[in-house]
């Protein structure tokens, strides 16, 4: 205010007030004036205020996080040896082995054999079951490793919760199957703890909703054959770019699914005005209007602009699925290439790019197409455009026809469309069954249906936060509806929104959900079955007799004939 040279209305007011006092100006970095308008705030009186506890967190640091953690850990007292001696003894399988220990008495096969399949296997491992403080262990040693360890024999109710300290504890890291066992058979066992450690991973929805689902769908491929040249025609943007000295950022690209003939345009921005304009005026003023437009999800092309330009001009327009880009793959793949090129061509400050796109356009439509076997002029023009090779060496002779050079041509020109869009549409539609052959072959995932639970792969994007710390699936949503074999109309978990998904971005959702016998004893989820025709000495896992399977199947191993005199212990 001391610089102005003629101060008026309120600075001169200022400057007035300021004349009494003796002063110096000493500069303060802003980050230090957050009490200067404390006074014209109002106080916040909203319980749990997201702006409060973020302005916090930014005044606390790290302290912060430890005041708001992001996940909240139960509360649970340490568990004493009468609480684990009370439990033992509610479990019927581990009562009836602690009266056995306490009888000092292994009781006979035959005594057992109508017992289930714990009890048996327990049965089987009497010289490593032990009592220290009345509390049931067992004697392990671990493969490769010359110390015995003292196993707590879990009880049913108790292994769920012996599974999250394990995997999903704060700590635990939510490691893998190995990891996971290899942790749990420190301290504790149960027959059958492997089989209900690798399900509880498997259906761990913390793991799955970072890492993805294990078993992922894919589905077949969906082959769109056309017959005529602007039949349908792809769009898509390319960029951003550096900014060129003509203000240019983005491409524009269109491209016809029959001739593979690509058009680029250099535009400043990606509205649907821009991209609504150079169409018209570029590409339908000289080719024509197609019949089908089909792009992604963009604003640009789902603006109500763009659709009433497509309804004006009689064009069906159509769209890919959110994050399915295998949708849209001609004008993709055509994006690939025409970014390698414009790396090849353009200048170290790449503000250039812009110049050098009518030039790979040309290279690429008078390239030789894997799928057409000809030319993108060919198909579009019925002749070949002049490439610099032909500059130098000539153009190749054409036989003449008798009559007119006009007529001639046009006769020419006639025949050699009809002929090469023929061979076109037969070597179109033999790559496009190879193509799906090949897709097909790498095809999986099982079969959904409307009612069925399943993850959803929504990658966030947020200003402020990494992607590689969020979570990319979510679920379970629910399948309302098929409209087509691979795709789909999905409710989002949360508040219930309906979206239409490809089937490659869906995954089946299987929670864990132990069960309930009716004596309100809880099941293990993967139910144990012991083989009978070798004595029982052998722990099988898979589903029993009358038991429906839960969460993915596991092999049934046989035990060879020439061991069933034999006994093993399980390891």
């Not at 069933?564 to 212990?569: A, I, Y």
């Given at each position: ?26 500069h ?61 003894k ?6 009836e ?41 067992r ?28 995997h ?6 939510h ?67 550096p ?8 491409v ?23 991209s ?30 763009f ?8 064009i069906?327009?159509?769209r ?23 790396a ?26 894997e ?16 490439t610099?090779?032909?500059l130098?060496?000539g153009?190749?002779p ?20 009809d ?42 994007r ?104 034999f ?5």
């Amino acid at each position: 205010m001391l610089n102005f040279k003629q101060p008026e209305g309120q600075v001169a007011r200022w400057l007035e007030i300021l004349q009494e006092y003796d002063f110096d100006v000493q500069h303060r970095p802003g980050h230090q004036h957050s009490n200067a308008d404390a006074l014209s705030r109002r106080p916040c009186f909203t319980d749990e205020c997201r702006h409060c506890l973020r302005q916090e967190e930014r005044e606390l640091g790290p302290l912060a996080a430890a005041a708001y953690p992001a996940i909240t850990i139960p509360e649970r007292e340490p568990f004493s040896l009468e609480q684990l001696k009370e439990q033992q003894k509610a479990d019927q399988v581990l009562a009836e082995v602690r009266g056995w220990l306490e009888a000092q008495r292994r009781p006979d096969w035959q005594a057992v054999t109508f017992q289930g399949p714990e009890l048996k296997v327990l049965h089987s491992q009497w010289g490593s079951l032990e009592l220290h403080n009345d509390v049931l262990y067992r004697r392990w040693r671990a493969p490769g490793a010359g110390v015995d360890r003292v196993q707590l024999l879990v009880p049913r109710n108790l292994r769920q919760e012996v599974l999250h300290w394990i995997h999903g504890a704060a700590g635990a890291g939510h490691f893998g199957n190995n990891k996971t066992v290899r942790r749990l058979r420190q301290r504790f066992y149960w027959p059958g703890c492997r089989q209900d450690a690798e399900l509880f991973v498997h259906c761990c929805d913390t793991c799955t909703a970072q890492k993805g689902p294990n078993q992922r769908s894919r589905g077949p491929l969906q082959q769109y054959l056309v017959g005529a040249p602007m039949e349908r025609v792809g769009v898509d943007i390319l960029g951003p770019f550096p900014t060129t000295e003509t203000g240019n950022r983005y491409v524009l690209v269109a491209m016809d699914y029959f001739t593979k003939w690509p058009e680029a345009y250099a535009v400043p921005d990606q509205s649907a005005t821009t991209s609504a304009q150079r169409l018209v005026d570029e590409m339908f003023s000289r080719f024509g209007v197609p019949e089908e437009l089909h792009s992604d999800q963009g604003r640009n092309f789902e603006s109500r602009l763009f659709a009433e330009v497509c309804q004006r001009l009689g064009i069906k327009k159509t769209r890919t699925t959110p994050l399915h880009p295998q949708s849209d793959g001609l004008v993709e793949r055509f994006n690939r290439t025409l970014a390698t090129q414009l790396a090849i061509l353009t200048s170290r400050h790449q503000r250039d790019w812009d110049q050098h796109l009518p030039l790979v356009s040309w290279a690429y439509r008078t390239a030789v197409q894997e799928s057409s076997q000809c030319t993108p002029a060919a198909l579009m023009f019925g002749r070949e455009l002049r490439t610099p090779v032909e500059l130098v060496f000539g153009p190749p002779p054409e036989p003449e026809i008798a009559s007119g050079p006009e007529l001639d041509y046009l006769r020419r020109l006639r025949g050699r469309l009809d002929e090469v869009h023929q061979m076109a549409r037969e070597t179109l539609q033999n790559a496009g069954a190879r193509q799906k052959r090949a897709y097909d072959s790498r095809a999986h995932g099982p079969s959904l249906a409307p009612g069925d639970q399943v993850w959803v792969y929504c990658p966030l994007r947020k200003r402020g936060l990494s992607p590689k710390l969020t979570h990319h699936w979510q679920g379970p949503g629910e399948i309302m509806g098929q409209i087509s074999d691979v795709v789909f109309r999905v409710r989002l978990p949360g508040r219930g929104r309906q979206v239409v998904l490809h089937k490659d971005r869906l995954a089946p959702y299987r929670p864990m959900t132990p069960l309930q016998r009716t004596d309100g004893v809880v099941e293990s989820p993967m139910p144990l079955s012991i083989d009978a025709e070798n004595g029982g000495s052998r722990l099988r896992a898979g589903p029993g007799p009358g038991d429906t399977p839960q969460g993915r199947p596991v092999r049934v191993r046989h035990q060879p004939v020439y061991l069933q005199d034999f006994e093993f212990d399980d390891i």
